[in-house]
């Protein structure tokens, strides 16, 4: 996926792709755990529980049709982390550096969840706090 302006305006909305099922492992990753999930609730045990498919899954008997089911129905649904993500100061990889700034460009800090390089194992908000504290003591020493 990427990020890039659409305008050279600065306030203008950036034109987002995150880049969702570009690669041949990412349909054939999630076509087998859609699977999964429908054998899953398919067992004796949920038939009290689940009528049918929702949003017309029932309907879908071959892996064409199942991924077309997905190409309509992905979507992202919570919270990015890892599109500007931390390295180490020299390292070739990464946006920022610990300090966060953005590497290559003066003046620039990101201060959000893109800076985590990983998704953390909870709610994002907690972690988001540190790095924002952690930020306003940067930026307070360097002025």
């Known amino acids: 996926g990427y990020v890039t302006l659409k305008t050279a305006n600065p306030f203008d909305d950036p034109l987002i792709d995150p880049g969702l099922l570009t690669s041949g492992y990412d ?3 999630l076509r087998e ?5 429908m054998r899953f609730v398919a ?3 949920w038939t009290d529980y689940i009528i049918r498919p929702d949003l017309g899954l029932q309907y879908v008997t071959t ?3 199942l991924d077309q089911f997905i190409l309509q129905w992905v979507t992202i649904n919570f919270h990015g982390v890892g599109t500007a993500s931390m390295s180490a100061k ?3 990889h ?3 550096d610990p300090d966060l700034r953005v590497k290559g ?3 620039l800090r990101v201060v959000d969840a893109s800076v985590m390089p990983y998704v953390p194992a909870a709610h994002t908000q907690a972690p988001v706090y540190i790095i924002a504290e952690r930020a306003a003591d940067l930026i307070k020493q360097f002025w």
Do not use: Q
């Open 27 to 29: 349909k054939l990753a």
């Open 33 to 37: 755990a859609v699977k999964a999930a």
């Open 43 to 45: 067992a004796p045990a």
């Open 63 to 65: 892996d064409a049709e």
């Open 90 to 92: 020299g390292a070739n």
């Open 94 to 96: 990464g946006v920022v």
């Open 105 to 107: 460009c003066l003046g």
